[in-house]
């Protein structure tokens, strides 16, 4: 094979792969029927985790029952580590972001870590409608003394008397 043939033959594969991974895509994409646009992404440092809402009622107000057992769920699922988590050392940054559904209607985010002083609860976003990203916050301020801390995003009008949709997270402290 003269060079020539080689690189037209390196093309013609290249060639090859991405459009059977473009076709691939288009494959699962087009099985897709509905376009979830409720979710949360938690950032910690260079990596992300995104989640379906861990408490949802298709977009209606959570009862004070259906609250009461997401809260109870989630005790059990910290318990069992089964959440969504994320390693986190101390020099790290956190943030949290929502899809715009959920920006639209308001949002807010919170750890059970931070200072005694502030109810042992730290607040990565205050309540925010229409914004999409909570910013980055040092992870030193935000975790908690177990080792597991657990971050909270919650759905709803300002006040939270009628969430629509939770997001629970665990962060694994690890040594720097």
């Not at 792969?17 to 938690?42: D, I």
């Not at 715009?100 to 200072?115: H, R, S, Y």
């Not at 502030?118 to 003394?145: D, I, P, V």
Request: charged share 15%; net charge negative.
């Amino acid at each position: 094979m003269s060079l020539d043939t080689r690189v037209i033959a390196a093309l013609g594969a290249v060639v090859v792969v991405g459009a059977a991974t473009v076709g691939g895509s288009v494959a699962f994409a087009s099985g897709q029927t509905q376009h979830n646009t409720h979710r949360a992404t938690l950032t910690v440092g260079n990596s992300s985790i995104v989640a379906d809402p861990f408490c949802f009622n298709d977009g209606n107000p959570l009862s004070e029952e259906d609250q009461q057992k997401c809260q109870d769920s989630a005790a059990q699922a910290l318990k069992d580590g089964t959440l969504p988590s994320s390693d986190v050392v101390v020099s790290d940054r956190v943030g949290v972001g929502v899809t715009p559904g959920v920006g639209d209607t308001g949002w807010l985010a919170f750890t059970n870590g931070g200072p005694q002083a502030q109810g042992g609860r730290y607040s990565l976003s205050a309540y925010a409608k229409g914004a999409t990203y909570s910013g980055s916050q040092a992870a030193a301020k935000l975790l908690n003394a177990s080792g597991k801390t657990l971050v909270t995003v919650v759905e709803g009008d300002k006040n939270l008397e009628n969430p629509v949709a939770v997001w629970y997270f665990q962060l694994n402290t690890q040594d720097s």
